[in-house]
């Protein structure tokens, strides 16, 4: 069963750089057609789509994030990494990370981790 | 805003039928897959493509899309399904993906 699991600082300070990893279990990140995405919850709010990177290494992102979102993945740590640039209070929220067969459809998810963007 | 329009709150008896909406022109093109997400817990697809239920979910819950607006429908709502509901699909360009903005449904 695969499972996946969000890690990175907890606190980053306005205009700096957020880096999150997500490592995946139980299955290797360059087998099978797979999309890994992330998505985010700010407190209290709905569910935003941050991007995904397929298995093939093709990236798509939120329009209204794209300047500032870079999906990467390392498959010799079995991981999938997002960076957000510039980041400010409003990018405060749980990040999650997902796996889904085809896009829109994520049957695996990370637990979340909360990052907070503050000085 | 999001281009995928659900209503903020619904409430249903125990034991009755309820549908959740969700709207978009993208939804003309694209199904809708569904989440559910408790209280502290990350989201759990419930409902994907046509209307399939990934393995586990109970067969209460079931998909159905006409024009431009998907639907949840949970018959026999139980106590355990109360939660917030998220529809997600391709936004309008297909490149991208976009939530509706949640529902949460009461199960009184």
């Known amino acids: 069963q695969v499972q996946l699991q969000e890690s990175g600082p907890g606190l980053v300070k306005p205009s700096q750089t957020l880096s999150l990893t997500c490592t995946v279990s139980g299955g290797s990140i360059s087998s099978g057609s797979y999309y890994w995405s992330w998505i985010r919850q700010p407190a209290g709010k709905g569910l935003e789509w941050i991007g995904r990177i397929y298995t093939s290494g093709s990236t798509n992102y939120n329009p209204s994030l794209k300047s500032r979102v870079t999906i990467s993945v390392d498959t010799s740590k079995n991981q999938f990494s997002l960076k957000l640039s510039s980041v400010t209070a409003a990018d405060t929220a749980v990040y999650y990370c997902?796996?889904?067969?085809?896009?829109?459809?994520?049957?695996?998810w990370g637990q979340g981790t909360l990052v907070t963007v503050s000085s | 805003s999001s281009e995928l329009t659900q209503d903020p709150a619904v409430s249903v008896a125990l034991g009755q039928t309820v549908r959740i909406t969700c709207q978009g022109d993208?939804?003309?093109?694209?199904?809708a897959s569904w989440y559910q997400q408790k209280p502290g817990q990350a989201p759990v697809l419930v409902i994907y493509g046509k209307n399939n239920r990934p393995s586990g979910i109970p067969d209460r819950f079931s998909g159905s899309s006409s024009g431009n607006t998907a639907s949840l429908t949970i018959t026999g709502a139980q106590a355990e399904d109360e939660a917030d509901y998220y529809c997600n699909s391709r936004d309008s360009s297909g490149n991208s993906e976009v939530f509706g903005g949640g529902t949460k449904l009461t199960v009184l």
């Open positions: 993208s939804l003309r093109s694209y199904y």
């Open positions: 997902a796996r889904a067969h085809s896009p829109g459809i994520a049957s695996h």
